[in-house]
C-alpha cells in the first residue's frame, strides 16, 4: 500500500454476499455497486499465482502480463488507472463484478472496504470518489463483531 496513487496494488473485496455489515444489502457489500478499485489501480502479485501445469497458481494466464522478472499484472491495470480485463459490468452500477472471483489474485483477495475496526478504507474512499460514488460510513461495533472481513 505504499506505491504510487495509481499503481497502488489491491483488488476486489473479498466480502460475500451477505456477510457483516448491517441489514442493508448495500452495507453487507458495497463492492456489488462498486468495481471502482479494478478500474484504478495496478493489481501486481507474484508470478507463482498463475494458473499452470503443476497446479501451482490460480489466476487465469490469458488475463495477465508480466510486469517484472517474479511479477505479473492483471491486464489493463499494468499501467495504472486502466480497467482490469476480468471486469464485468459497469463501474458505479448494480451487478458490476469479478470475473474470475474464484481464480482472483491476493491482492484482490485481501483490499477491503473496512479496516478491522470498521473503518472506511482511505484508499477505497479515494477511489470510489474519483468514480463519483459517495464514501462509506464507519461501521459500527455490531457491524464489526463477528468480524465483517470474512475471507
Ligand atoms: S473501491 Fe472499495 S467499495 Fe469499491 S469495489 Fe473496491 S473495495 Fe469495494
Ligand atoms: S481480477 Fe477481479 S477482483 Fe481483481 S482487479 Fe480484476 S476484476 Fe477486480
Redesign the pocket.
Known amino acids: 500500500m505504499t506505491q504510487p496513487d495509481s499503481t497502488l496494488e489491491?483488488?476486489?473485496?473479498s466480502?460475500e454476499p451477505g456477510s457483516g455489515a448491517g441489514n442493508d444489502a448495500w452495507m453487507q457489500n458495497?463492492?456489488l455497486s462498486?468495481?471502482?478499485?479494478?478500474a484504478?489501480f495496478r493489481v501486481s502479485f507474484y508470478c507463482g499465482e498463475i494458473a499452470s501445469a503443476d497446479g501451482g497458481g490460480m489466476v487465469p494466464p490469458e488475463l495477465v502480463v508480466q510486469v517484472g522478472p517474479l511479477r505479473a499484472a492483471m491486464k489493463g491495470t499494468e499501467i495504472g488507472n486502466g480497467r482490469c480485463v476480468a471486469l464485468r459490468g459497469e463501474v458505479g452500477s448494480p451487478g458490476v463484478h469479478c470475473g474470475i472471483y474464484e481464480q482472483r489474485p491476493s491482492p484482490c483477495r485481501e483490499?477491503?472496504?473496512w479496516l478491522a475496526d470498521g473503518t472506511p478504507?482511505a484508499d477505497?474512499?479515494r477511489?470510489?470518489a474519483r468514480f463519483g460514488?459517495p464514501p462509506?460510513p464507519a461501521l459500527t461495533q455490531d457491524d464489526v463483531d463477528p468480524p465483517a472481513h470474512a475471507a
Open positions: 489491491i483488488s476486489w473485496s466480502h458495497p463492492c462498486c468495481g471502482a478499485c479494478c484504478h483490499f477491503e472496504p478504507d477505497c474512499q477511489v470510489r460514488l462509506l
